[in-house]
């Protein structure tokens, strides 16, 4: 019964070799009652990560159907090997609704919820067979007029959690964003889903102020290299990464912390650099049993940001804590927020892009598999050992 409640990417188990992973047999008590979602990717859905989920009727009607493409899928749910290559038919022109734009992609980002989908361990259950990936980079192919994309142009895009990883996807165009000439495809497919989230969780979210201190768990992550690029361009003064082991310390210094500590007596370490004050904001993709030392963390006033949680289970606050120290711990649901405020998506990237344009915010430099390794680039992720954003090719 157990194992087949949905989870978020929240509870931990030891695989062979002894590495840890996300996943796999929550016990009974700590599982959220969150609701299964089955849904085919590449139709005019949209979804995030509370699971809230829409496809429309018409979608079903959709039948015009052009060539042949080659595409990832997977067919059982057992785990990231079960990632093949295949092909199948390119999506239709009017696949998302009248407002579709065809994308012929080049390269395709590979997120934490990629992992878990691929075990039916996230919220979010695509129907099977399904093509995983949340975003894209590409070149648009047609668009309808008047859109704020035309063919030929160099585009991101969110597909938001299934059907990325194929040569061509059907978007609808408020997920796409015009990629400045500066960056490359690879590294255009390895930021909306971070850069955004991070940009909501700073800015939105955490209130960052000029001159403050952020410190950032799993650092040498997705959310973590991001959130190494974004916060001193958004005002912060100092950033300092929390990484589990020695051989992911250049990856954070390379993504632009000023400080990296290992996460084994990570507190020590922050006190120590701090002066003992403390920092002003946490982001925290990893959760687990490092959430007490985090608020123990915080200087007065300071925001815990509660991203996600790959670490293993999902902490609980004595809000006594909360109280004692004058410090807040923030949800951050990025996916959520974008679906209640319309507009938000375009918004940000108007922030975003000029400061990727101008260099100010460098873009992110991703580990890159081709396709047909895309099982492997998924794993790495499962497994813990990749370093920074992950991407695949297609063209
Ligand atoms: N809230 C939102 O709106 C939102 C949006 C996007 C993503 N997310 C969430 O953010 C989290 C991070 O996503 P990501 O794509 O950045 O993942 P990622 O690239 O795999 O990075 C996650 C980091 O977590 C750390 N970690 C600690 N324990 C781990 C374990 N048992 N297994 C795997 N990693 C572990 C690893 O760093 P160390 O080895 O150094 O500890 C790893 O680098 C996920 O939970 C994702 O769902 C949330």
Known sequence: MCSRTPSLDRTSTTLPGGSSRAGANPPCNRVPKLRAIRAPCALPWSGDFAGELTVPAEAA????????MRAIQIAELEGPQA???VEIDEPAENAAGDDTVIVDVHAAGVAFPDALQSRGLY????????????EIAGVV????????VAPGDRVAGLTMLCGAMAEVVALQSERLFKLPDSVSFEAGAGLLFNDLTVHFALRTRGRLRDGETVLVHGAAGGIGTSTLRLARPFGASRVIAVVSSE???????AAGADDVVLADGFKDAVKELTGGRGVDIVVDPVGGDRFTDSLRSLAP?????????????????????LLLNNVDAVGVGWGAWTLSHPGYLQQQWAELE???????????????????RAAEAIASLEDRTAKGKVVVVLR
């Open 83 to 85: 990632a093949k290559v």
């Open 301 to 321: 006033g300071g925001r815990l940001l509660v991203v996600g949680f790959t670490g293993g289970e999902i902490p609980t606050i004595k809000v006594n804590r």
């Open 141 to 148: 192919r047609s668009a309808p007029d008047g859109a704020h």
């Open 123 to 134: 919220q979010y259950k695509p129907a099977m067979p399904y093509t995983p990936g949340a």
């Open 247 to 253: 051989d992911k310390v250049g990856v954070a210094r």
């Open 61 to 68: 009607a959709t039948v015009q159907l052009n060539g042949q």
């Open 354 to 372: 000029p400061l990727l344009a101008s260099g100010a915010v460098p873009a992110p430099e991703p580990v890159v598999y081709p396709l047909e």
